[in-house]
Structures are given as structure tokens and as C-alpha cells.
């Protein structure tokens, strides 16, 4: 791959989409009855708050909570972005025990590494405690992290710790047992998009209620991620999001296959000609039909970085 | 064609099913617990508090159990019981405590469940029954052989009195309000057992942990006359705070609390884990394994985690709504009630778990160092004056790393401040005077 193809990290603008497309989805919730703006959104925001910015911005959310387990509390300070964030440092484990159970929330618990049972008693843990209407996403490290420039002898026995590693730690949730099959990158999202499905089904099924699954995107800004998104809810939850114009919108998915979402990079002239011409661009300048068919799918949200002197 | 015919199958219990199979998957030692729970079945109701209220109601002072006492004296020739926990009525004697299995599946107050405990106790251990017991103005007597009784045939499940009087003659044998219990001719296997010094370690070790909260509210509890002592652990309480969680569930009342054992306290498997209670009654103790979510939403129990202690304390009027098994020495894994609580158990858990597992440097860094002097400054409190209120586990460490400060005091001659005061240009005062030498030596020294 050449230079120009990838992406800087700081940007991700994958991620940006990602979080658009989420604000999307929770406004039709609003408008479907679901009050987002008096929910209290918990999320792990790290010194930079992009969503805890967004979410206050676009879904007009007030009650907040960062949670950060870095040992960097007067940098959350510092950089607290309005004076209502509340700050828990520490574990997302120590804030689950403390959570009003009567009030609806929106928590993203957006992990940067691989599923683990930690995670998985996490998840299990908002699902004891959170109150119906309430939405739990979660985003997690998929990435199968094969190092194509290694021997095969060497790629073989990391694949085999892997899967040992994997079959101990989830295989529990896993019909039929971890394979190696699974460790590949279109299958490993899949596959942890499965296993958190069955924890949440198995936590709240105790509850008599169900995880509403609404988003499964997957993105790959440098390492792949997968995020799974949905509202706890029993019957009546089910009845008021079917009734609404929800799975109208394209990017809502309640499979176990998750949509890929895909910023090909491409110029700010490139853009411009793709948004204004429905045909293929092939004839004025090369790009992939892949490309063009990604850029088309979520150019809406497609974010534009331009620097600025502040 | 009709194939049906009058001539009936035999469906009917047998003697030899209760006293000789029902008996075989009962120790000697839940045996005589069963006993017990019999007797010990309807103080809290007597004492007018609920299992559950000890919980930081009382500061740890009152002693709502201390009216009563159960003595139990066990021989290789003989078992005897003695009570004043409130004695059996003439009625229910007659109607109820004889019958094998209850009259109805309504549940009850206490510690009866099944309606088996007491027979099956009987007919595993002896062969001569005296029961005798009085409450209120009534006494009774019934006495009776096993053996006696079996060869009368499936036919005659019938018991008889003895005796049976009012208070103005009960013989002084039988307490007042109370039950006196002696069982003799005791079975051979049995015999061997109560004779061995190992079983009545290991009885004082089940009464100790199985009523450790009836003795902590007061009951006075003997075997072979010395006095039982409650093994509840104490918890460290201030600047640390357990968590506790009450949870409703059906008609059963759930009160959970979890934290860590003192520091200063000798570090013991048998202290940690988790401590489940029915009614006041211990069902599981110290357990470390699947069971209570050890390798499941919490980490396999590792040493590192010695100091942890959770106790959940399930309460209900409904004494079969309650998560035991019939020999009330386990939780029934899949109810519901269990399940739920066992949900909640975790969630309160994890962030006792994640301290402790902060205790250890090799899993980060030098933060540690806060958690482990927080530890050692806890002081212990005892289950019964913990707070009431619902609350996580509290672990204060940034709190106390902004407030931690000590007091300076000292004397010096009045001619030398008086000249600092000078030098310093100001009308400052004594303790403005300390602070800024202080920080004058404390910036040239230590800090630039």
C-alpha cells in the first residue's frame, strides 16, 4: 500500500463517521420518544472528548460522566470540556456498581485493545444495572493482527497461541468452539460481535429483557474495530422501536455481520466531483469502484480536516 | 375397546424409604445441625427482629438473641438438646412436626423448610427418641423407638404422647418455653463417628461458621458446655467503606455487603469468599469457586484476594422462596433468586477485586503504595455497626492524597520569633510565622 493510502492516526476519520452515525441513529430515537437529551451519557472520553463534545452539541445531552483509567487526572482536568462532565478515574468497573438504576443512559465503553473477560464483566455489569430505554455500546479491538512479514512456521504458532488463548478466555460464548477459521480479518469481528451478542443476551435474559441491537459497525482507521450498539429493553421497547422509523435507516443493524464503514482517501476535488456526478468517475481520473462505492455509501458523514491557526 | 381395570397400583411410601434411604445423603454432622435449626428455628421471630436487622442496626451493642441458649451435649452414647427458643405446642406437636413433609406448600417463617429435618436427624442418628417440651401453659412428652415404631408396618404412620400436662406440673427437666431433645441407643456407624476427636472439632467448626449471627446477636450456644464464639469476620470500614446493596426479589429480601477483612487481620482462606445466609442461617461459607462467580464475572479466586469477604444475607417469610438445599448446606445454583443475586454479587465485587489486585506492584506501578497505606489505615468494624445505606464500595485514594496533611506544633524563646516576625517585614501571626519557615526551608532544601 502506498503512502498516500494510509491515514493519520489523530484523524481517524473512520471513527468521525462512526460517531455521526451514532448521533444520527440516537436522534431518530428522540424522535421515536426515547428523551436522549435527559439521558446521562457515561463514555470513556480520554483527554481529547470528542464524543462527550459531540454528543453535547448534536444530541443536547448535559449529564456526563468520563471514565478514565490512565493515571492522568489533572490532564482530564484540564481539558474538560464544560463544567457538567463528571470525572471517575479508575476502572469502568468501579462506576458500574454506582449507577442510578432509575435513570436512562447511554454508555459507550469504547476500549482500544481485544475482547476480554474483563469486557465481558463489564458488559455483563451494565446489563445488571442499566434501566430499560437505556443504550450500551460498546467498541472493541478486532483487528487479527497478522504480520505478513514473518515466516510461516512463526505466523502459524502465533495463530495457534491465539486460538488457545481465545477458546480459554471466550470460548464459552462460542457455538461450537473458537477456529482458526475465526481469526482472519472479515471473520474476527464477527465472531466477538457474536460472543458480546450472547454475554448481553445471557445477562439480561436473567432480567427478562433483551439487547436491541441497533449498530455493528466495523472501521479500520489503523488497527480494524468493531462496535455493537443497542437499547435494553423488553417487550414494550421492541414494539416502540419497530414502530418507529429506525430500520428505515441503512446503517442500523441488528445482525451479527457488521457493516463495514470505509474512508477511502481521496482529495478534497475528488470528493466534490463524486458528490456533485452520479456516474463513475473512471473516465476524468482512476479510483476503485470499491473506493467509490465506500465514499458513496457514508459520504454524508465523511469528515473534512482542514488545518486551522488557533 | 376398554382396558382400563379397578385393581389399583400400590403407590404408597414405605417406612424403610425415610428411616434407611432418605437418611444416606445427610451427614452425621448436618444431622445434628438439622437438629438445630429445629430449636434455633423461631428466635428472631421471638426476639421481634428480622434476620436481616443486625445488619448496622444496633451498633454492634444489642444482644436481641440474648435471652437464649441452646445446649447440645454429644456423647458416642448419647445426644441430648436443650432450648428455650419458644418450645412446641400440644397442636402443632400432634398436626405438624411429626408428619414427613409438610401439610400444605405454603413456606414458613425461621429455619423450617422441607418438614423433614427433624425426623430424618432421628431416624439417621438413634433409635430411642425422647422429645419433651413446653410452651406456653402446655407441656408434652413423646418418647418412642425407631425400631418400635418401623415394625408396626407401612400402615401406621402414627406417633403417641407420652405425657403431655399444664405449667403448674411440667417437670423441671423440661425448660420453660422450650425443648429438651435425648437421643440414645444410637446407631452403630453412627456411634464410631461421635466418638472420633476429629467429628467434634469439626461440629464446633459447622456451629460456629452456620450460627455465627445468632451468637453475634446473644445466643448462648454450648456444645458439651463450653460456649461457641461467632467466627463473622470483621470488615475494614473508614477511610474505606464496604458496599452494600439491598435487592428485592419476589418475596425474598436480599442485602448484600462486600469488603475487605481488616488488615491487621491474620489473612485466612477460611475468612474469604463469599458468605451466604438464609434467615440467618449460614448455607455457604467462605466459598471461592464457580458458584458464587469465582472464574466467572469475577477472577478465579487467587491468594492475592485473601482479604476479600462478601455476605449475602437472603431473608424471607416464605422460608421456600429462600435459595438452600434441603441439608441447608449449599444454594440451590439455578434458582432465580440465587441467579439475580449472584448477578448483583459480582457488580458490587469487581471494584473490591480491582483494589486488592492493585495491592500488588507487579501489576502496575507505584500507585499501589496509596491503596496499601488506605488499607492499613481502615479500621475494623464489625457486620453489625455497618451503615444502612446502600452504597459502592468507597476507596478513597485522590482524596486522600490532596488532604493529607499533619500539624506542626512546637515552642521556641519569644525574643527569637519575635525577631523572625521582624525579619519577616509583617504583623504576621504564630502560626503564619511556623508555615512560612516552613516553606522557606522546605523551597531551599527540598523543592526548588
Redesign the interface.
Given at each position: 500500500m502506498s503512502s498516500y493510502e494510509k491515514f493519520n492516526y489523530l484523524v481517524r476519520p473512520a471513527k468521525q463517521i462512526e460517531r455521526k452515525l451514532l448521533i444520527e441513529g440516537l436522534h431518530q430515537l428522540s424522535a421515536s420518544g426515547f428523551p436522549i437529551r435527559r439521558y446521562r451519557y457515561v463514555g470513556f472520553g480520554s483527554p481529547f472528548y470528542a464524543d462527550f463534545v459531540l454528543f453535547h452539541k448534536y444530541l443536547y445531552i448535559e449529564d456526563m460522566l468520563c471514565v478514565e483509567g490512565s493515571?492522568i487526572?489533572r490532564r482530564m482536568k484540564f481539558n474538560r470540556p464544560f463544567p457538567k462532565v463528571a470525572l471517575h478515574?479508575?476502572?469502568a468497573?468501579?462506576v458500574?456498581?454506582?449507577l442510578d438504576r432509575e435513570k436512562r443512559h447511554i454508555v459507550w465503553v469504547d476500549y482500544d485493545y481485544q475482547l476480554t473477560p474483563d469486557m465481558?464483566?463489564d458488559l455483563?455489569?451494565f446489563a445488571?444495572?442499566l434501566c430499560p430505554d437505556s443504550v450500551l455500546i460498546v467498541t472493541v479491538d478486532a483487528d487479527p493482527r497478522v504480520f505478513d512479514d514473518l515466516p510461516e512456521d512463526i505466523v502459524n504458532q502465533i495463530r495457534d497461541f491465539r486460538l488457545k488463548k481465545l477458546t480459554e478466555e471466550i470460548g464459552r460464548w462460542v457455538d461450537g468452539g473458537v477456529k482458526k477459521s475465526h481469526l482472519t480479518r472479515p471473520a474476527l469481528p464477527t465472531l466477538y460481535a457474536s460472543v458480546i451478542r450472547s454475554r448481553l443476551h445471557d445477562?439480561l435474559s436473567?432480567?427478562k429483557l433483551e439487547f436491541l441491537q441497533l449498530f455493528n459497525f466495523s472501521y479500520a482507521d489503523g488497527r480494524q474495530m468493531l462496535s455493537i450498539g443497542g437499547m435494553i429493553g423488553g417487550a414494550e421497547q421492541k414494539r416502540r422501536l419497530q414502530a418507529s422509523d429506525i430500520y428505515q435507516l441503512k446503517f442500523i443493524n441488528d445482525t451479527e455481520k457488521p457493516i463495514v464503514i470505509s474512508a477511502p482517501p481521496l482529495t478534497q476535488r475528488e470528493r466534490l466531483w463524486l458528490d456533485q456526478n452520479a456516474k463513475s468517475p473512471l473516465k476524468e481520473f482512476e479510483i476503485k469502484a470499491e473506493d467509490v462505492s465506500n465514499y458513496r455509501r457514508f459520504y454524508r458523514y465523511y469528515p473534512s480536516y482542514f488545518e486551522a491557526l488557533l | 375397546m376398554d382396558n382400563t381395570s379397578e385393581e389399583k397400583v400400590d403407590g404408597r411410601p414405605t417406612k424403610a424409604f425415610f428411616v434407611d434411604m432418605l437418611t444416606r445423603d445427610i451427614s452425621v454432622t448436618a444431622s445434628i445441625l438439622d437438629l438445630c435449626d429445629n430449636a434455633l428455628g423461631r428466635t428472631f421471630e421471638l426476639a421481634d427482629i428480622d434476620a436481616s436487622y443486625f445488619l448496622g442496626a444496633m451498633n454492634g451493642k444489642q444482644k436481641p438473641l440474648k435471652p437464649f441458649y441452646l445446649h447440645l451435649k454429644v456423647t458416642p452414647s448419647a445426644i441430648s438438646m436443650e432450648d428455650n427458643c419458644g418450645g412446641i405446642s400440644i397442636d402443632h406437636a400432634r398436626e405438624d412436626i411429626f408428619r414427613l413433609g409438610k401439610t400444605d406448600d405454603s413456606g414458613e417463617t425461621g429455619l423450617s423448610v422441607y418438614g423433614i429435618g427433624m425426623k430424618r436427624a432421628f431416624f439417621k442418628l438413634a433409635d430411642h427418641v425422647s422429645l419433651r417440651s413446653s410452651h406456653k401453659n402446655e407441656w408434652f412428652d413423646i418418647t418412642f423407638d425407631v425400631s418400635k415404631w418401623r415394625n408396626k408396618g407401612d400402615d401406621d404412620w402414627s406417633l403417641k404422647f407420652t405425657h403431655t400436662g399444664t405449667a403448674k406440673d411440667r417437670p423441671d427437666a423440661i425448660p420453660k418455653n422450650g425443648t429438651l431433645i435425648e437421643l440414645k441407643t444410637i446407631r452403630p456407624g453412627v456411634r464410631d463417628i461421635l466418638g472420633q476427636k476429629s467429628f467434634r472439632n469439626d461440629l464446633r467448626d459447622r456451629l460456629q461458621s452456620a450460627y455465627s449471627l445468632f451468637v453475634k446477636l446473644g445466643l448462648d450456644l454450648r456444645l458439651d458446655g463450653v460456649r461457641i464464639e461467632s467466627t463473622t469476620p470483621d470488615l475494614a470500614d473508614e477511610p474505606l467503606k464496604p458496599a452494600r446493596k439491598t435487592l428485592k426479589l419476589d418475596d425474598v429480601r436480599a442485602v448484600l455487603v462486600a469488603g475487605l477483612t481488616p488488615k491487621a487481620t491474620l489473612a485466612n482462606a477460611s475468612n474469604s469468599g463469599w458468605f451466604v445466609y438464609c434467615n440467618g442461617r449460614l448455607v455457604l461459607d467462605a466459598d471461592k469457586g464457580r458458584t458464587t462467580g469465582w472464574g466467572d464475572d469475577l477472577p478465579q479466586w487467587h491468594s492475592k484476594f485473601l482479604h476479600f469477604a462478601g455476605f449475602v444475607f437472603f431473608t424471607s417469610n416464605n422460608s421456600l422462596a429462600l435459595p438452600w438445599t434441603t441439608t441447608k448446606q449449599g444454594v440451590v445454583e439455578d434458582s432465580e433468586v440465587f441467579i439475580r443475586a449472584k448477578q448483583e454479587m459480582q457488580v458490587q465485587a469487581r471494584p473490591v477485586i480491582d483494589f486488592l489486585s492493585r495491592q500488588y506492584p507487579s501489576d502496575v506501578g507505584d500507585e499501589s503504595v496509596q491503596e496499601r497505606i488506605l488499607f492499613e489505615k481502615a479500621r475494623p468494624v464489625s457486620l453489625t455497626s455497618l451503615s444502612k445505606t446502600d452504597r459502592a464500595f468507597v476507596a478513597p485514594l485522590p482524596k486522600m492524597k490532596a488532604k493529607a496533611q499533619t500539624k506542626i506544633q512546637y515552642f521556641r524563646p519569644t525574643a527569637q520569633v519575635e525577631r523572625v516576625r521582624e525579619k519577616l517585614g509583617k504583623k504576621l501571626s504564630l502560626y503564619e510565622i511556623g508555615g512560612r519557615t516552613f516553606d522557606y526551608f522546605y523551597r531551599a532544601e527540598i523543592d526548588e
Open positions: 493515571d487526572r478515574m479508575g476502572k468497573s468501579g458500574i456498581p454506582k465481558l464483566s455483563a455489569g445488571v444495572t445477562a436473567i432480567r | -
